[in-house]
């Protein structure tokens, strides 16, 4: 894998698992998607889940030039590339001239012409491999805390299920303010949310909570750190997407620790906490029937100012 991925283009700053540091605060630990990567797409919704997260994303975005940091496949960010609509300032230029209107949420408009051009970024060297073809050239092995671009040249920063994984949120936002241009967005939409009224949802919640409880705080971290680092919130909403699935299905995707809070799981841990929601899953009333699962993730639209 290491030798296909010296290929990349951009390839600046290899680091698998970086250590994220900040003075202000103990050294946090990011989360590489390298240990799923050849199975994450399927896992994890493929191209239905990119059209139906990409659709969300795309009403926020100027055209020019759009970074996604935790691109790992590429599914979503070659969406964004190619999809309308776009928010510009009308005049059919690309909005990377700052002199658009778009300074808050209430002016998404859906008649500017795309031109848009989407540089992928992740800490996996695994995950990047398969974005290759999706993004020629346009790719680099990097920490979303150390960004190898130059300040001011991207037009928006996208996170899409990333910042909850990211060690350090206010070190990342940080870096997004410096890459961006005067007026410049970041667009983020949090992985975390699980579906309200579903009878495996408390289940999965109660797993996640136990094994990472930081990551939930993680996502709620979100918006207060970026008005730390100086952005403006200008929209908050959410994305959904769905899925069918059923408790046994969930079950088996447990066992095979296809979710990264599965992935430093001791035995230990596995016997009190796993286990038994894996059978609590399988005890529920008809275990192979699918539920249509709705999951609302929060979007939020930030602002970088002059
Ligand atoms: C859940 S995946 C989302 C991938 C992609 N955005 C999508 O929606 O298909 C999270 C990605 O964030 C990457 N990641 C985690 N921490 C990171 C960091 N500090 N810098 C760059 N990428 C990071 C992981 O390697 C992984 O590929």
Redesign the pocket.
Known sequence: MRSAAAALPLELNIRDN?R?TSSERPVAR?????PIAAR?ERV?GGFAR?AE?STGVLPWLPAGVIL??????G??SQRLRAGQPSIGDGSGEPAGDSSGSWTDGSDARTDAPTVRRVVG????IE?LGQARSRLPGCLAV????HLPLAAGSVDAVV????LH???DIDA?LREAKRVLRPRGRVVAVS?LSEPAGDDMAPIFERLSATLRPNMGRRAGAVVPAARLVGFTPIHEGTVRTSRGMSPNELANAIEQRLFSQLWDTSEEAWAAVVAPAVKALRALPRPDRRRRRVFDHPLVVLDRGP
Not at 30 to 34: D, F, G, L, R
């Open positions: 970086a994220v990011s989360v590489s998607y390298a994450y994890r990119a997260l996604d940091v935790g691109a790992g496949t599914i979503v970024v992740d800490l996996s995950m990097a920490d979303a805390t996170y899409v299920w990333v994984h990211i060690g990342a992985g």
